[in-house]
């Protein structure tokens, strides 16, 4: 599976952007999709998780805010993200989890200014 994130970009704080990541291969709706977010300095930590059954999980910090979504048909999964804060600021990767693997893709820059 190869993964393409896209999206990213330079947003005020209270702004939205959607990311979306693209992905190949045939059992794309077989796979566990996941946004992860890495900020300068931090360890990597999951943002949004959407499984093989549409189930929706969200970290507390973007809960409210945040929505993934997928679309199997386009093999794409996206994150919708409001009312940003500069502490959402931060790589954003997006990985798909099937099989006994994982998958990521490149990531893309979300920088939310003050």
């Known amino acids: 599976v190869q993964l393409q994130a896209s999206g990213g970009g330079l947003v005020q704080a209270g702004g939205s952007l959607r990311l979306s990541c693209a992905a190949s291969?045939?059992?794309?709706?077989?796979?566990?999709l996941n946004w992860y977010r890495q900020a300068p300095g931090k360890e990597r930590e999951p943002v949004a998780t959407?499984?093989?059954?549409?189930?929706?999980n969200y970290a507390a910090s973007v809960r409210g805010r945040f929505t993934v979504s997928r679309d199997n048909a386009a093999n794409t999964v996206h994150l919708q993200m409001n009312s940003l804060k500069p502490e959402d600021t931060a790589v954003y990767y997006c990985a798909a989890r099937g099989g006994g693997a994982v998958y990521w893709g490149q990531g893309t820059l979300v920088t939310v200014s003050s």
């Open positions: 959407v499984t093989s059954f549409g189930v929706t």
């Open positions: 291969g045939r059992t794309f709706r077989e796979y566990s």
